[in-house]
């Protein structure tokens, strides 16, 4: 994890950021366990940067990434033309690290859903894989996504929607999931 995500409800006092940093990784651990994740297995890194501010980090990222690669590993990150500052900089920090070590990059859409249809234009459907679903890979990836409640409720009092909107939902029950290679 590259940030602890407590930047994510900007002036809220329901989901302040200090409140956050401590909900958020629980809620990510929650989530792979939904999946199946073996998590007794798994080495979790932690990078620490700050949410909301990685573009200014992006080769310190980049570093921290390559740190843990060998060639012919597999890379999956947020696409680096996602329109979310963060989402972008991550992805072109795996970008350059599976660069340096031989790693194999697959980039994820997770904002440009949100785009209207001329931005979506934009989007390098040469590049687009479908990774088909079976019905219980789709049950446990809704499943997954219901253990981020800080992302599932916004914030009414600021007028703060919630982050993972009906539409993203609604999205997520799709069969298949798009990468870009």
């Known amino acids: 994890s590259i940030t602890d995500g407590s930047a994510s409800h900007p002036g809220s006092n329901v989901w302040p950021a200090s409140r956050l940093s401590v909900v958020r990784p629980q809620e990510s651990v929650e989530a792979l366990r939904r999946l199946g994740m073996p998590l007794h297995s798994l080495k979790w890194i932690r990078g ?18 390559a740190r843990y690669l060998q060639p012919g590993d597999v890379v999956f990150t947020t696409w680096r033309n996602d329109g979310n500052d963060d989402h972008d900089a991550v992805g072109r920090a795996s970008a350059k690290a599976c660069s340096l070590t031989g790693a194999r990059l697959y980039e994820l859409p997770i904002w440009a859903w949100h785009w209207t249809a001329r931005e979506g234009s934009m989007i390098p459907w040469q590049r687009a894989r479908k990774v088909r679903l079976d019905t219980w890979g789709v049950a446990r990836k809704l499943h997954a996504a219901h253990a981020y409640a800080s992302q599932l409720a916004g914030d009414p009092e600021i007028g703060l929607a919630p982050m993972l909107a009906q539409g993203l939902l609604e999205r997520m029950r799709e069969p298949y999931e798009i990468v870009f290679v």
């Open 48 to 65: 620490g940067f700050r949410d909301d501010a990685l573009a200014a980090s992006e080769h310190p990222v980049s570093q921290l990434i």
